[in-house]
């Protein structure tokens, strides 16, 4: 398992967009933007258990995140790891992301209202990031 440095945390922790890259059943990248939590080392994000990023994970867990600063793009930092899926039948993660990027409840983006949530747990086995320290 790998640790999130602070300032991997801090690009984390703030308001930015991250994208989610699974595995397709032939092996081909699918990679989404999505919303992004931290858990201590851990990356959460709330997904549709309808969509194909589900699927892939439920199929194949291993995953790759990149994320960056959009004030400063090229500091950027790409997480590769394995997926733990856990129900959220509340929606509870969804909610607390989209106070966090909207101010306000869920206001449906994924096609469906109120469609059902799974929890996706990131545990990181490589961080890799931009800047010259690294």
Known sequence: MARLGNEVRTL????NFAVLSTLEPDGAPHSTVVWVMRDGDDLLFALPRSRRKTANLYRDP???????DPAGPYESVQVQGTATLEDDPEGRLIDALSHTY????????AGVRHPQWVVARITADKVTTSWPDS
């Open 62 to 68: 291993r995953v790759s995140v990149v994320i960056f």
């Open 12 to 15: 984390f922790d703030d308001e």
């Open 102 to 109: 909207t101010g306000g409840p869920y206001p449906g983006f």
